[in-house]
């Protein structure tokens, strides 16, 4: 049984650029979860998608979007990267409506803006 | 949204100790977990536990829904066990909040 998996592990980007990261969820899972971990603190919640669509999103600015494909599968877009975007992103798949409201999270990516 | 505070935020054990960790939440507790981050940065589940108590080898957690609060009790430490440990709360709106973490160090 797959977990959920993240691409890339690492990624470095300078100032103004724009970044795409990858997730594939847990087999059996159908919502996806985004968050930011900056270094020393907790994971925040960006964003959670559920049937392709935004379903919440926590206090990120418009930079910050995403898509959901129909396999379940999910991208994180950051453009107009700036330094403070340097953090650990973490992936986190779920099935809500399945009956079990667990998280279970990916390895991460990485990101490094110059 | 709710709020998450984890304590204490830093804890040096000798091997073989116990210790408990502690979660309060600003709001009502919805669907509860904890999670060891190893030093690489994954995230590894321990315990989903929305009420009551649970139990998993050396680690048992108890949440006290009414009163706002989780636990998370660790016996007989070992090095391995040493990393930061989240709390956090999932809404069935979807929306999760994390505590910032408590950084555990087990002295050999």
């Known amino acids: 049984d797959a977990g959920v998996t993240q691409s890339p592990t690492h990624l470095i980007k300078t100032r103004g650029q724009q970044v795409t990261l990858r997730c594939s969820p847990k087999?059996?899972?159908?919502?996806v979860s985004w968050y930011q971990q900056a270094l020393g603190q907790g994971p925040q919640f960006i964003f959670q998608?559920?049937?392709?669509?935004?379903?919440q999103r926590g206090n990120f600015p418009d930079r910050f979007s995403g898509h959901q494909f129909p396999n379940y599968s999910s991208e994180l877009n950051v453009n107009a990267l700036l330094l403070g975007d340097s953090a650990l992103y973490l992936c986190a798949s779920s099935s809500p409506l399945g009956g079990g409201d667990e998280q279970f999270f990916g390895p991460g990516t990485r990101l490094t803006v110059l | 949204g709710i709020q998450v505070e984890q304590s204490p935020p830093d804890l040096i054990l000798q091997e073989g100790a116990n210790s408990t960790l502690r979660c309060n939440f600003s709001d009502s507790v919805n669907n509860l977990q904890w999670f060891h981050q190893n030093p690489w940065g994954q995230l590894i589940n321990l315990f989903y536990?929305?009420?009551g108590t649970k139990q998993n080898g050396r680690l048992s957690a108890t949440t006290v829904a009414t009163e706002r609060y989780s636990l998370l009790y660790i016996s007989s430490s070992q090095t391995t066990d040493s990393g930061v440990y989240f709390c956090a709360d999932y809404t069935n709106a979807g929306k999760s909040t994390f505590g910032d973490g408590t950084t555990l160090t087990v002295k050999p």
């Open positions: 087999s059996g899972h159908d919502t």
């Open positions: 536990i929305p009420s």
């Open positions: 998608y559920y049937e392709e669509e935004e379903r």
